[in-house]
């Protein structure tokens, strides 16, 4: 299972395979609301990490030589976009 059907059972979601064969989760408004909060906070913790990589490029200057904040910056994007083009499964990577 995904993270996030992980963390709408944490909010208390139900998830059930129905009949049919299809799967189906429902809850209340608090734990629909409960669970957008939860995934908010999960990308912001994801953001924070793909931060704190940026901060050990900025200390070791020679890690990638040639780039300028502005462009390390840009990498940063970059990579926030493509865990969420990737429903935010993807690893963390700022340089190819």
Known sequence: MTTAIEIAKQC???????PENTCEMHGTDRQ????????RAAEREACAK???ALELVFECQSAQP???PDQISHKCAI????RSNAGGE???????
């Not at 629909?32 to 995934?39: G, M």
């Not at 990579?79 to 493509?82: A, G, K, N, S, Y």
Request: hydrophobic share 50%; glycine share 6%.
């Open 32 to 39: 629909i609301e409960s669970f957008a909060d939860a995934i």
């Open 90 to 96: 993807a690893p963390a990577r700022l340089f190819a």
């Open 79 to 82: 990579t926030i976009r493509e």
């Open 12 to 18: 208390g979601i139900a998830y059930y395979l129905t």
């Open 66 to 68: 040639g780039y300028w």
């Open 50 to 52: 793909v931060c704190e």
